[in-house]
């Protein structure tokens, strides 16, 4: 077995009741226990910002969630503050089973730059590690599922195809938070990126 499950966000804040809910966020939850048995690694992300993270609308004079603004790396839409380090809203759903992860990452934890992917910051070049843990594990398959397809799921199911990996995302185990057609463009892009949906 060569392949890993790598588990994107399910975290508090973007379930139900959370600060950045993805509708029905939780209900991909026991499907996503259940495929951990599947493969040799378990790996899960953890969106973890400090407060007043540059990716905040609330961190900008005049600015409203989901706007999209200029950073330094190119265009960033604004969050609600959501995922801040050590708080509830960050912590991992309760009912996933985080007992059986090999490996937790977390990405987003420097205040200027956000990281929607798994494997770089939004500069598409920061790099988180996660590229040299898997090959060092020789993993070569990667299956994705979490929150949110749209950005973090699909952000990390480019990088690890541009990387070499054969990646599959399974959409029934994961949801979309749809700003302005951005699930309809992330799946095309990931199709396009040579990811099997
Ligand atoms: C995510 C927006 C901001 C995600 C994280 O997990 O998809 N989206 N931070
Ligand atoms: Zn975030």
């Not at 977390?106 to 929607?116: A, T």
């Amino acid at each position: 077995m060569t392949s890993a499950l790598l588990v994107i966000d399910i975290q508090n804040d973007f379930c139900p009741g959370g600060a950045l809910a993805v509708p029905e966020g939780d209900r991909i939850v026991p499907r996503i226990n259940a495929m951990m048995a599947e493969h040799r690694a378990v790996i899960l992300t953890q969106d973890w910002h400090p407060a007043g993270h540059r990716s905040f609308a609330s961190s900008h004079a005049d600015r409203l969630p989901y706007e999209m603004i200029e950073m330094p790396y190119g265009p960033q839409v604004l969050w609600p503050d959501h995922c801040v380090q050590g708080t509830k809203g960050a912590e991992f759903h309760p009912e996933l089973d985080m007992d059986r992860a090999d490996m937790i990452i977390r990405k987003g934890f420097r205040p200027e730059i956000d990281s929607y992917s798994a494997f770089f910051e939004n500069d598409r070049k920061t790099p988180t590690g996660l590229e040299g843990y898997l090959r060092t594990r020789g993993i070569r398959d990667l299956t994705l599922a979490g929150l949110a397809t749209d950005f973090c799921v699909h952000y990390s199911a480019v990088d690890a195809a541009r990387l070499g990996f054969s990646v599959t995302v399974c959409t029934e185990a994961s949801g979309a938070i749809d700003l302005d057609g951005s699930l309809a463009a992330a799946l095309a892009a990931m199709k396009e990126a040579g990811v099997r949906l």
